[in-house]
């Protein structure tokens, strides 16, 4: 009698197995085709830059306009630094003596990343506001840096396996490669990660690394088209805006920053202020200016807006309304005691004589913010309350009797928070 011997199933297991990872493979490969690789334009550069082609396999120097993607590479040598961006997202300064890859998507990545490795040296970066939901990720040999909404600096240090990634302004989450553990890192702070272990806790950035990590503040920048909404936007922000035909911010850029920027609640229709300092200079301070016209504030009583601070960034204990007219200051107000709900502010005007502004400044002083030297206000609703009874001209006196009379400044009214 004959058996028959059982037969092997290792090449049926073997062919099922393949024909599964077939399977799985063919809707990555054709889901994959319809993610669009990050790509990078070359803004501008000085010194010597050189870039490296991964579709030419070779470095070249560096040309305006030339547009880096994944698996391209970048390097500078002493005095070398080249800006790179994606337009309306973010901007970087690659600075001298670094040398930096764009790199590419991981396996199964599903949206558009943009995602950027630091083998040595020094970067700075920015993002812009329409950045907000896109995804910005800067490695290092040691670190991932995930920025949303920030300006930073990350410097990596090869010879001793360590990296610091310190924030400016908005935030960054920090991981540690090897160590898999993460911390936040948040406005006018740093941390560092050497070798395999976790990030240092977040600590405040010194005046050393201020004074380094301020050029940052460089590479925010609007369009002219931009500027155009802004002054549109700002005519929706409450009756002052009537007349202010011109606004903006001023600071001195090795002691502190200012921004500002109309932002419009698509929910609500709203349009309110936002306005960001940095006074961590000591004997700093920055602000913003609007310039009127045709804005007599004898005609009006009382001036009203509502403040809230800004949890996430921080907020001033007090900041400073100043009226000017011909260049000097004629009011001033001190609004104080907001939280980070909106709080209604009003105070009495009581100009007895015509008085034309010239402009109304936000002033944010270092030695008056408190201790968030660095912070965001957001403002809303800033009218103007019109005379009950319009002032009335004073009658004009003969020719005879006319003489040259100066005018006194206008006194604060009793139990408003005043100061020169």
Do not use: C
Request: no cysteine.
């Amino acid at each position: 009698m004959q058996i028959e011997q059982p037969r092997t199933r290792w090449g049926t297991l073997i062919g099922i197995s393949l024909a599964l990872l077939a399977l799985a493979i063919v809707p990555f490969v054709l889901f994959q085709s319809k993610v669009p690789l990050p790509t990078y334009e070359v803004q501008n550069f000085v010194g010597k830059v050189e870039v490296y082609s991964s579709q030419d396999a070779a470095w070249r120097s560096a040309n305006r306009g030339d547009t880096l993607r994944a698996g391209d590479k970048i390097r500078t040598s002493d005095g070398g630094e080249i800006d790179i961006r994606v337009p309306d997202l973010f901007r970087l300064r690659v600075k001298e003596n670094t040398e930096a890859e764009v790199s590419r998507p991981k396996l199964l990545e599903r949206s558009l990343r943009y995602r950027l490795h630091i083998l040595r040296g020094n970067l700075l970066g920015s993002t812009q506001k329409q950045f907000e939901g896109q995804q910005l990720d800067v490695s290092t040999p040691v670190l991932v840096a995930a920025v949303r909404g920030t300006s930073f600096q990350i410097e990596v240090r090869p010879e001793v396996e360590e990296s610091a990634v310190r924030v400016l302004q908005g935030s960054a989450t920090v991981q540690s490669i090897r160590a898999r553990k993460s911390v936040v890192v948040r406005a006018l702070e740093m941390t560092k990660v050497k070798g395999g272990e976790a990030p240092i806790a977040p600590v405040r950035v010194s005046w050393k690394e201020w004074n380094n990590l301020k050029e940052a503040y460089e590479l925010i920048q609007k369009s002219v088209a931009q500027e155009a909404r802004q002054l549109d936007l700002s005519k929706h922000a409450g009756s002052l805006f009537q007349y202010v035909f011109d606004h903006g911010t001023f600071f001195t850029p090795n002691f502190g920053h200012a921004d500002r920027e109309f932002i419009k609640d698509e929910s609500t229709g709203k349009v309110h202020l936002e306005v960001q300092y940095d006074v961590f200079p000591a004997g700093s301070f920055v602000g913003m200016y609007m310039k009127t016209r045709d804005l007599d504030i004898a005609k009006f009583q009382a001036i009203e807006f509502q403040v809230r601070g800004d949890p996430e960034e921080g907020y001033p204990d007090s900041f400073k309304i100043e009226f000017k007219s011909g260049g000097g200051i004629v009011r001033a107000f001190v609004p104080r005691d907001y939280k980070e709900k909106w709080t209604t502010f009003k105070f009495p005007l009581r100009f007895t004589r015509s008085t034309l502004l010239s402009e109304i400044t936000f002033v944010f002083a270092n030695e008056k913010v408190g201790s968030n030297k660095k912070g965001s206000l957001h403002i809303q609703d800033v009218n103007l309350e019109p005379l009950a009874v319009p002032l009335q001209p004073a009658p004009a006196k003969p020719a005879a009797q006319a003489q040259t009379v100066s005018s006194p400044k206008a006194t604060p009214a009793a139990g408003t928070n005043q100061e020169s």
